[in-house]
């Protein structure tokens, strides 16, 4: 399927290098998204293992002190 741009108020068919460069585009993007969603399953994980361990008496890993209180 072939995608369009406007140029100047005309709707116009990207060239294949465009085509190229979008799919790259798309594709880095869904992997920085995945690696954002990553990052932040982590830190909550090592948010609930904290506290876990808080509430138990067992130490706590530099990680998740940093998740727990901030000192990123």
């Known amino acids: 399927m072939t995608r369009n741009k406007m140029v100047n108020g005309e709707i116009i068919a990207l060239t294949a290098?465009?085509?190229t460069s979008r799919d790259?585009?798309?594709a880095q993007a869904a992997i920085d998204k995945q690696?954002?969603?990553?990052?932040?399953?982590?830190?909550?994980?090592l948010k609930t293992s904290g506290k876990a361990k808080l509430k138990s008496g067992?130490?706590?890993?530099?990680?998740?002190?940093?998740a727990l209180?901030?000192?990123?």
Request: cysteine-free; glycine content about 4%; aromatic content about 6%.
């Open 69 to 72: 209180f901030g000192d990123n």
């Open 24 to 26: 790259t585009q798309e």
């Open 58 to 66: 067992d130490a706590l890993t530099d990680a998740e002190i940093s």
């Open 17 to 19: 290098e465009e085509e």
């Open 35 to 45: 690696a954002f969603n990553d990052a932040a399953t982590t830190k909550e994980n």
